[in-house]
């Protein structure tokens, strides 16, 4: 059965990186990529993104069962989720609801507890949206702070600093779509 550790290390190798490497532009140590590997241990979602970044693909990518059609159909039973650590709160979850090799977004749904938050800024390839389908989410984009409520929606190149936060009492909702990078 292929796993998420050996799909990291096929990806690895199809793209030329030792683990020394990896680690290098990862951030992420040797040791730990190897138990990661050889599934000793389990990814955070940070750490899937940093992976990610260094392989060039999405996150989703990193899982198995990679589909390669043209048009593909997620069923609610195939959706992958992911639980985000937040510094500040309940972990957020992650849903994937669209993936595929030949596919170029990345769309997701948050559900995001009160003061649950992304953490430190981050900025990568490519671009985003939200859009609040639930509650209210603070965005930060370089600078500048914006308070998103249910209906609103925000885009911003993905090479702008960026984060976001529930600052208020409710469980919030966000569909999010990434473009992936092209390569």
């Known amino acids: 059965m292929t796993t998420i550790g050996s799909t990291i290390n096929t990806i690895r190798n199809s793209k030329g990186f030792t683990l020394k490497e990896l680690a290098e532009t990862t951030g992420l140590s040797i040791s730990y990529l190897s138990r990661l590997e050889n599934d000793k241990t389990e990814a955070t979602l940070n750490d ?3 992976l990610a970044e260094a392989f060039e693909t999405s996150i989703i990518n990193l899982f198995p069962d990679k589909f390669d059609q043209d048009v593909r159909i997620v ?9 985000q650590p937040s510094p500040n709160g309940a972990p957020s979850e992650q849903e994937f609801i669209l993936w595929g ?3 170029n977004l990345e ?4 559900t ?3 003061g649950s938050s992304s953490g430190k800024t981050v900025k990568h390839n490519g671009e985003e949206f939200l859009y609040v389908l639930e509650g209210e989410i603070r965005v930060w984009c370089d600078d500048t702070c914006y308070d998103l409520k249910k209906g609103d929606t925000i885009g911003y190149p993905a090479k702008h600093p960026h984060r976001w936060e529930n600052i208020k009492n409710e469980t919030a909702k966000v569909f999010v779509v990434s473009s992936l990078p092209t390569f």
């Open 75 to 83: 069923r609610k039973e195939e959706t992958r989720i992911i639980l």
């Open 101 to 103: 090799s030949k596919i």
């Open 48 to 50: 899937l993104s940093k």
């Open 112 to 114: 995001v507890p009160p």
């Open 107 to 110: 769309p997701t749904i948050m």
